[in-house]
T-cell receptor, first 117, second 112 residues
């Protein structure tokens, strides 16, 4: 099993450019989420999904879009990149136990390091 | 506001020493608590998960305890090794929504 795979590992963007961060998991997990990690701020939740076709906002959703068309994939879109979006982005997934996904371990990808100039 | 605090921010110990990392949370109504390890430039690896009804979990040289009433968790590492050097993160979940609230982490260095 590959687990949670994120691509690309590194990316440099110019202000105003758009891009999509890819996240795929092969564990048939229903719950997936995106976090950003910033020095002094820790990890903060951007968006999450409890299954295909269902998404919701986290703590810092502005400037980001998500969709969940399949169980396996959960891409994160930056609509118009800003320097404030320079960060390390992590995707996570977990299985559910009768809908109680919070009981289960969350697995993280290796991260995407994004710089916006 | 639901917050998670980890003390100390950094810790350096000689190889072989037993050590304790601390995590405190402001709201005791947690659903579960997870300890993660993060190596430099890498993702997070889950070490232990403690559900709210549990008092502790063990995996090899690691033991995590949970005291909901006092809002505290500890991660005990026995017989530390240089390979244990990493940042250790504590995170809590307050409801079935799955949102992890992270502490800032403790950066551990184990010297040979």
């Amino acid at each position: 099993n590959a687990g949670v795979t994120q691509t690309p590992k590194f990316q440099v963007l110019k202000t105003g450019q758009s891009m999509t961060l890819q996240c795929a998991q092969d564990m048939n997990h229903e719950y997936m989420s995106w976090y950003r990690q910033d020095p002094g701020m820790g990890l903060r939740l951007i968006h999450y999904s409890v299954g295909a076709g269902i998404t919701d906002q986290g703590e810092v959703p502005n400037g980001y879009n998500v969709s969940r068309s399949t169980t396996e994939d959960f891409p994160l879109r930056l609509l118009s990149a800003a320097p404030s979006q320079t960060s390390v982005y992590f995707c996570a997934s977990s299985r559910t136990s009768g809908g109680a996904w919070a009981k289960n371990i969350q697995y993280f990808g290796a991260g995407t390091r994004l710089s916006v100039l | 506001k639901q917050e998670v605090t980890q003390i100390p921010a950094a810790l350096s110990v000689p190889e072989g020493e037993n050590l304790v990392l601390n995590c405190s949370f402001t709201d005791s109504a947690i659903y579960n608590l997870q300890w993660f390890r993060q190596d430099p430039g890498k993702g997070l690896t889950s070490l232990l998960l403690i559900q709210s009804s549990q008092r502790e979990q063990t995996s090899g040289r690691l033991n995590a305890s949970l005291d909901k009433s006092s809002g505290r968790s500890t991660l005990y590492i026995a017989a530390s090794q240089p390979g244990d050097s990493a940042t250790y993160l504590c995170a809590v979940i307050y409801n079935q929504g799955g949102k992890l609230i992270f502490g800032q982490g403790t950066e551990l260095s184990v010297k040979p």
